[in-house]
């Protein structure tokens, strides 16, 4: 009664029925990878809203900050404890859902025309939701990640010319750890970088409802699938609730980095098997894998963190963000798509993600050289070795295997379905003889 | 049916969370219920989408997004030829101004590294308590800072004992400015747990292996007439990680 009366009242204000009923009514095909990009969306509506909770319990000063955080890792705050545990599992499974999503996006071209503008949006999301994580993670001011945060601002020291002029902006001062500098990580990860992630993302999401989705049915005349309401709607409700689930099962099982036993930061103390949350790991195994050759231009050092920690992810980002530029350059496949590709029809697809999945794995492994090495009683300087020739070799290898192969599975698809359409049934008669059958029309 | 069931599973997870938090639970069985209860909204929803038995393959035509047929608008009076150079010069000053925000947020560009040593300065430990000559034995180890400097963030230093003396280098690693926090008294280097960079400490520290790009620097030591360590000056090179500024 009150829904149908605020209904009315507003329909006769502004119109909206005509809207809500173009919204309501819209299919949305139906496969279960569609499904990856909304656990992201569920994710971050689940961070913004622990996140303003978290604001309320937090202390933004330099000295405020651990103790603080330490208040909510007590547990005799349930509450504090799990809002604070879900909040930075949520953050862990949104950066690995947008991944995911991206990856889908990816593999099935999804991102060739008309859509490349929402390819690049999607990856800077992916940026930004790391880099919001990465503040975050670092606010607490505990030791691992004051450690981490030290090495960050070693890595934007190591930009020629502007790297100092960064790292005294986020400091407030010209050493680390400067005053400022968790108030700057605050205000960034609470406002500067989730609001830009909110309006991207509806620009994101308003894009693929103007545009329309893409769908594996070939059918490009049409979308093909489920209306929105009631039955669409049911099945993301199902997939919001098994997200909240999944975070409140992970909280209530798995600690995360339960700050308690880092103790607050200091510049000089360390230990073993300091390694970042997951998203950020490729980097640090990429410093790990660095050169340690520092090289003098005009007397002005490129120090080695430079190389992994700086050109590595720019390049990797730049290539990934142009990607349907690239392909269209490589293809000459200008046309728009609507219509879904399987992984395996583009093998130049298929080879250049499984190349770069495989350096974003190796990467990401090792982060965890040292304690690898320990497990397999092997040297680590070995193992460097062995990982650095594989950054290099291991993806052409790969990318040349399943470029490889899914040429194959494409050729044998267009096999069958040449062969197919040559199918003749023998059907034997009642004497004995064999004729062939008249072919149905399919 | 199955909808029912899992509501009611939604409702009494909900209104579980609530109770644990009410009477105090530990935070595990709060964040179970909470679980319990979503997994439950989770289930009804997909059983009520199973149970519409709804059809998978309607269809809803596409639409043709541009190009725009639209007639351009007119601006040939003020855009033409040289116009189009002074509005264009217009905005790359403008872009040339803002520079000038930005450099200054910098409050204090440039990096000074400040470690507080000099020439007679005690050495302390954490608690700014001096350092006698007999504290360590040999293979000891000890984190040592300027006295009354334990919070400058560059200062601190590894003290360690050797047979053949007392030797200390800065703790700030060279490659990425973790604390080279570890020692492998066996082979007598020291390993920074970040990066795995390894410095032998009987040749001065060097960088033997790992990322770093030079050795830690050393901080020259003697002892005063009362038998406290103290150093004979500042560390003999730049501690930290170079850059861009530190020219050399």
């Given at each position: 009664?009150?829904?149908?009366?605020?209904?009315?009242?507003?329909?006769?204000?502004?119109?909206?029925?005509?809207?809500?009923?173009?919204?309501?009514?819209?299919?949305?095909?139906?496969?279960?990878?569609?499904?990856?990009?909304?656990?992201?969306?569920?994710?971050?509506?689940?961070?913004?809203?622990?996140?303003?909770?978290?604001?309320?319990?937090?202390?933004?000063?330099?000295?405020?900050?651990?103790?603080?955080?330490?208040?909510?890792?007590?547990?005799?705050?349930?509450?504090?404890?799990?809002?604070?545990?879900?909040?930075?599992?949520?953050?862990?499974?949104?950066?690995?859902?947008?991944?995911?999503?991206?990856?889908?996006?990816?593999?099935?071209?999804?991102?060739?025309?008309?859509?490349?503008?929402?390819?690049?949006?999607?990856?800077?999301?992916?940026?930004?939701?790391?880099?919001?994580?990465?503040?975050?993670?670092?606010?607490?001011?505990?030791?691992?990640?004051?450690?981490?945060?030290?090495?960050?601002?070693?890595?934007?020291?190591?930009?020629?010319?502007?790297?100092?002029?960064?790292?005294?902006?986020?400091?407030?001062?010209?050493?680390?750890?400067?005053?400022?500098?968790?108030?700057?990580?605050?205000?960034?990860?609470?406002?500067?970088?989730?609001?830009?992630?909110?309006?991207?993302?509806?620009?994101?999401?308003?894009?693929?409802?103007?545009?329309?989705?893409?769908?594996?049915?070939?059918?490009?005349?049409?979308?093909?699938?489920?209306?929105?309401?009631?039955?669409?709607?049911?099945?993301?409700?199902?997939?919001?609730?098994?997200?909240?689930?999944?975070?409140?099962?992970?909280?209530?099982?798995?600690?995360?980095?339960?700050?308690?036993?880092?103790?607050?930061?200091?510049?000089?103390?360390?230990?073993?098997?300091?390694?970042?949350?997951?998203?950020?790991?490729?980097?640090?195994?990429?410093?790990?894998?660095?050169?340690?050759?520092?090289?003098?231009?005009?007397?002005?050092?490129?120090?080695?963190?430079?190389?992994?920690?700086?050109?590595?992810?720019?390049?990797?980002?730049?290539?990934?963000?142009?990607?349907?530029?690239?392909?269209?350059?490589?293809?000459?496949?200008?046309?728009?798509?609507?219509?879904?590709?399987?992984?395996?029809?583009?093998?130049?697809?298929?080879?250049?993600?499984?190349?770069?999945?495989?350096?974003?794995?190796?990467?990401?492994?090792?982060?965890?050289?040292?304690?690898?090495?320990?497990?397999?009683?092997?040297?680590?300087?070995?193992?460097?070795?062995?990982?650095?020739?594989?950054?290099?070799?291991?993806?052409?290898?790969?990318?040349?295997?399943?470029?490889?192969?899914?040429?194959e599975m494409r050729a044998r698809i267009r096999e069958s379905a040449v062969y197919a359409s040559d199918v003749t049934t023998l059907v034997r008669t009642a004497e004995g003889g064999f004729e062939e059958e008249e072919p149905q029309p399919a | 049916m199955n909808v029912a069931i899992f509501l009611v599973v939604s409702v009494a997870g909900?209104?579980?969370?609530?109770?644990?938090?009410?009477?105090?639970?530990?935070?595990?069985?709060?964040?179970?219920?909470?679980?319990?209860?979503?997994?439950?909204?989770?289930?009804?929803?997909?059983?009520?989408?199973?149970?519409?038995?709804?059809?998978?393959?309607?269809?809803?035509?596409?639409?043709?997004?541009?190009?725009?047929?639209?007639?351009?608008?007119?601006?040939?009076?003020?855009?033409?030829?040289?116009?189009?150079?002074?509005?264009?010069?217009?905005?790359?000053?403008?872009?040339?101004?803002?520079?000038?925000?930005?450099?200054?947020?910098?409050?204090?560009?440039?990096?000074?590294?400040?470690?507080?040593?000099?020439?007679?300065?005690?050495?302390?430990?954490?608690?700014?308590?001096?350092?006698?000559?007999?504290?360590?034995?040999?293979?000891?180890?000890?984190?040592?800072?300027?006295?009354?400097?334990?919070?400058?963030?560059?200062?601190?230093?590894?003290?360690?004992?050797?047979?053949?003396?007392?030797?200390?280098?800065?703790?700030?690693?060279?490659?990425?400015?973790?604390?080279?926090?570890?020692?492998?008294?066996?082979?007598?280097?020291?390993?920074?747990?970040?990066?795995?960079?390894?410095?032998?400490?009987?040749?001065?520290?060097?960088?033997?292996?790992?990322?770093?790009?030079?050795?830690?620097?050393?901080?020259?030591?003697?002892?005063?007439?009362?038998?406290?360590?103290?150093?004979?000056?500042?560390?003999?090179?730049?501690?930290?990680?170079?850059?861009?500024?530190?020219?050399?």
């Amino acid at each position: 009664m009150i829904v149908r009366g605020t209904v009315r009242w507003l329909d006769e204000r502004l119109g909206t029925n005509a809207g809500a009923r173009y919204l309501l009514a819209k299919i949305y095909p139906d496969h279960w990878s569609f499904y990856l990009g909304e656990f992201a969306l569920y994710f971050f509506m689940v961070l913004v809203a622990t996140g303003i909770w978290l604001t309320f319990a937090f202390d933004a000063s330099e000295a405020g900050a651990f103790p603080s955080v330490l208040a909510l890792a007590d547990r005799s705050h349930p509450i504090g404890y799990v809002i604070r545990q879900v909040h930075h599992w949520s953050a862990l499974c949104f950066v690995a859902a947008i991944l995911v999503h991206m990856a889908r996006i990816f593999f099935t071209g999804a991102f060739r025309r008309p859509r490349e503008l929402n390819w690049m949006i999607g990856v800077t999301m992916l940026v930004l939701a790391s880099l919001t994580g990465f503040t975050g993670y670092s606010l607490p001011n505990d030791d691992l990640s004051g450690i981490g945060l030290r090495i960050a601002d070693s890595v934007a020291l190591s930009v020629p010319l502007v790297g100092q002029w960064a790292s005294a902006v986020l400091n407030g001062a010209d050493y680390f750890p400067g005053p400022q500098l968790i108030p700057h990580l605050y205000t960034l990860h609470v406002y500067y970088l989730p609001v830009t992630i909110g309006v991207l993302l509806s620009l994101h999401l308003g894009m693929v409802i103007y545009q329309k989705h893409t769908q594996f049915v070939r059918d490009p005349e049409h979308v093909v699938g489920r209306r929105f309401w009631p039955d669409y709607a049911l099945r993301t409700l199902a997939v919001f609730g098994a997200s909240v689930a999944a975070l409140g099962a992970l909280a209530a099982l798995v600690e995360l980095n339960p700050i308690e036993t880092y103790g607050p930061y200091h510049p000089w103390i360390a230990t073993n098997s300091a390694v970042p949350d997951w998203y950020a790991a490729f980097l640090d195994g990429a410093l790990r894998l660095g050169p340690s050759t520092e090289i003098h231009i005009f007397g002005h050092p490129i120090p080695p963190v430079f190389w992994p920690g700086v050109v590595l992810p720019f390049v990797t980002l730049a290539f990934v963000f142009a990607w349907p530029f690239i392909e269209k350059r490589l293809t000459g496949d200008d046309a728009a798509h609507d219509v879904l590709a399987l992984p395996t029809q583009s093998p130049l697809r298929l080879g250049v993600g499984t190349a770069l999945l495989f350096d974003g794995i190796l990467l990401t492994l090792a982060a965890a050289d040292d304690q690898t090495a320990a497990a397999l009683h092997i040297r680590l300087e070995t193992l460097v070795w062995v990982y650095r020739i594989l950054l290099f070799a291991g993806p052409l290898v790969a990318g040349l295997i399943a470029a490889r192969i899914g040429a194959e599975m494409r050729a044998r698809i267009r096999e069958s379905a040449v062969y197919a359409s040559d199918v003749t049934t023998l059907v034997r008669t009642a004497e004995g003889g064999f004729e062939e059958e008249e072919p149905q029309p399919a | 049916m199955n909808v029912a069931i899992f509501l009611v599973v939604s409702v009494a997870g909900a209104l579980g969370a609530t109770a644990a938090a009410a009477f105090g639970a530990p935070p595990a069985l709060f964040a179970t219920a909470l679980a319990v209860a979503f997994a439950g909204l989770a289930g009804a929803a997909a059983a009520a989408a199973v149970a519409l038995h709804a059809p998978d393959d309607l269809r809803d035509p596409r639409e043709a997004r541009g190009p725009s047929d639209v007639q351009p608008i007119l601006t040939d009076g003020v855009t033409r030829g040289a116009f189009n150079k002074l509005w264009l010069a217009a905005a790359g000053a403008f872009a040339v101004l803002g520079i000038v925000p930005l450099v200054s947020l910098a409050r204090k560009p440039g990096r000074s590294v400040r470690t507080g040593w000099r020439a007679g300065l005690r050495l302390v430990d954490e608690q700014n308590q001096p350092i006698r000559v007999d504290r360590l034995i040999a293979g000891g180890i000890e984190t040592v800072f300027p006295q009354d400097g334990v919070d400058i963030p560059d200062a601190s230093a590894v003290l360690i004992r050797l047979p053949t003396g007392y030797v200390a280098y800065s703790k700030i690693c060279t490659h990425a400015g973790c604390p080279v926090a570890l020692y492998r008294a066996h082979s007598q280097q020291l390993y920074c747990p970040c990066h795995q960079s390894l410095f032998d400490v009987l040749d001065g520290a060097k960088n033997v292996s790992g990322p770093a790009p030079r050795p830690l620097p050393g901080l020259p030591l003697d002892v005063d007439a009362n038998g406290y360590l103290i150093a004979r000056g500042d560390f003999d090179g730049p501690v930290g990680p170079d850059d861009w500024g530190r020219v050399t």
